[in-house]
């Protein structure tokens, strides 16, 4: 199993940025994806779900936000972060929602107020 997460980087408040989770070692389609976040200091979070035939979930903290998506063809899991808030701080990662598959090793995004 390997989860490689990328696009992450600086950015200013109201500033976007486009997350990609590129899987592979596993059934993709057969898993309910999800990107999480750890922000310093504080336990990893649920951010968004994606199921197989897209339907999605967000915390609300990120809802009207964050857009998750996911390509099946290509094992590949998106997040599009608009209007970033210097809380969106963290560390990003993709796994299923049971966090069940071997951790990537994230993807900083940190977002200057």
């Known amino acids: 199993v390997q989860l490689v997460e990328s696009g992450g980087g600086l950015v200013e408040a109201g500033g976007s940025l486009r997350l990609s989770c590129a899987a592979s070692?596993?059934?993709?389609?057969?898993?309910?994806m999800a990107w999480y976040r750890q922000a310093p200091g504080k336990q990893r979070e649920l951010v968004a779900t994606?199921?197989?035939?897209?339907?999605?979930t967000y915390t609300d903290s990120v809802k009207g936000r964050f857009t998750i998506s996911r390509d099946n063809a290509k094992s590949m899991v998106y997040l599009q972060m608009n209007s970033l808030k210097a809380e969106d701080t963290a560390i990003y990662y993709c796994?299923?929602?049971?966090?069940?598959?071997?951790w990537g090793q994230g993807t900083q995004v940190t977002v200057s107020s």
């Open positions: 070692g596993f059934f993709f389609r057969a898993n309910v």
């Open positions: 796994n299923n929602a049971r966090g069940g598959l071997s």
């Open positions: 994606i199921t197989s035939t897209f339907t999605t």
